[in-house]
Structures are given as structure tokens and as C-alpha cells.
């Protein structure tokens, strides 16, 4: 599940540019039904993400992004998506 969760947010940032969170929260549910992924949470992390959370989840490019993000965006992520954990 964690690897669907990581392919969410990857793809999050390979379709959009820097945006506010509704726009992550778009971008988040178009890519999970896109590659028929899990947007449950998707409506969660952006209202949990603030400004800074937001670009840092917009801005991954790679997995080792996704395990560099703050203790912040991983506690989003991991509120968000519980049974992934």
C-alpha cells in the first residue's frame, strides 16, 4: 500500500506545478483514477498540508524524495492513508 501511496504523490507532482492545496487535492484524485489508486485520502492531505507541506509534496520527482520528505508530510501522509501503515 505504501508504494501506491508513493506513486500518488509521484504522480501528483509529474502532472502539476507548484499550487495551493485544492490543487493538490485535484491532482491527487486525478492520478489515483488514473492508475485506479487509492484517493480516499487524497480530500485529507490537503487539508492537512499547509503552504510549505503542499510544495514539498508537489515537488517529488523520485522515491528518494518521498523518503526525504519532513516528519510533516510523512505524518499527513500517514494520517491520511491509516491501513497503509
Given at each position: 500500500m505504501m508504494k501506491q501511496l508513493a506513486a500518488i504523490v509521484l504522480g501528483v507532482s509529474?502532472?502539476?506545478a507548484p499550487a495551493l492545496?485544492?490543487?493538490l487535492e485535484?491532482?491527487?484524485v486525478a492520478y489515483a483514477?488514473?492508475?485506479?489508486?487509492?484517493a480516499s485520502g487524497c480530500s485529507c492531505l490537503a487539508k492537512a498540508a499547509d503552504g510549505a507541506m503542499t510544495e514539498e509534496l508537489m515537488a517529488i520527482q523520485s522515491e528518494a524524495d518521498i523518503e526525504a520528505l519532513s516528519d510533516a508530510s510523512k505524518g499527513a501522509i500517514a494520517s491520511c492513508w491509516p491501513e497503509a501503515y
Open positions: 509529474f502532472v502539476a492545496a485544492n490543487d485535484t491532482q491527487c483514477s488514473e492508475t485506479s489508486g487509492d
